[in-house]
């Protein structure tokens, strides 16, 4: 049994096993049928805007929201295969949720690098 590690650790470690996107190809993906998932809490939404088409989950209930055999799954879980985009406001809490994704069997599961700040930045569609 190994002994503790820091976040950043656990980040490193958890990046590794991660196809991660940058917001380009997030938004391609999402164009060839990826679920990008928006885990930012009420506020910053309300502060920064929306992506259009992403489906708006907080991170309390993501897994259950995406668990394709859940009780309380959103209709766009379909299905262990979808390519689901994981996005927070800066690309750190998304690292961890697209690895907990994973761990439920939704192997294609990532995030998106830099996240919605990164999308922004890229100029790239915003709905306020």
């Known amino acids: 049994m190994s002994g503790p590690v820091s976040i950043d650790e656990l980040l490193e470690k958890v990046r590794a096993g991660l196809d991660r996107l940058g917001p380009q190809e997030a ?8 679920l990008l998932v928006d885990i930012r809490y009420a506020e910053l939404r309300e502060r920064d805007g929306l992506i259009p088409g992403a489906l708006v989950v907080e991170r309390n ?52 690098i830099g996240g919605f700040q990164a999308w922004r930045a890229a100029g790239l569609p915003v709905d306020n």
């Open 27 to 34: 938004l391609d993906a999402a164009r060839d049928g990826a």
């Open 61 to 112: 209930e993501l897994e259950w929201r995406l668990d394709p055999q859940g009780s309380h799954r959103a209709a766009e879980a379909t299905g262990h295969d979808l390519r689901a985009v994981v996005i927070c406001n800066e690309g750190y809490a998304s690292s961890l949720a697209a690895a907990s994704l994973r761990q439920l069997g939704l192997h294609r599961a990532t995030d998106l």
